[in-house]
């Protein structure tokens, strides 16, 4: 093939693109390669990245009225506790939700 393309050349370039996968871009022009990595990234620097990535589990502690497990800092969802003292009327809240036929 030469470097200032000929027809023939043009020619047997495109035989050799029709079947490479391509797609059209936002400019109507044909993209022949998609992305590709510069450089080998390593299994150390991929950990590195993924370090973050990690779901956090919140902490727990158990109430002190009913010994259900909840949220530290958070009124307790199963009682209404926070700290021993009632904050919440559960029962309340429950007839508000599912309200009578």
Excluded: W
Excluded at 42 to 69: E, M, N, W
């Amino acid at each position: 093939m030469c470097d200032n393309l000929h027809s023939a050349c043009s020619d047997l370039l495109a035989e050799e693109f029709r079947h490479a996968p391509s797609r059209r871009t936002r400019h109507g022009r044909i993209d022949l390669m998609g992305a590709v990595p510069k450089h080998k990234v390593s299994k150390r620097r991929q950990g590195f990245r993924a370090a973050h990535q990690y779901i956090d589990v919140p902490p727990l502690t158990t109430c002190r009225t009913c010994g259900q497990k909840h949220r530290t800092h958070y009124v307790c969802p199963h009682c209404g506790h926070y700290r021993g003292r009632l904050v919440l009327d559960m029962e309340k809240k429950k007839r508000q939700r599912r309200p009578e036929a």
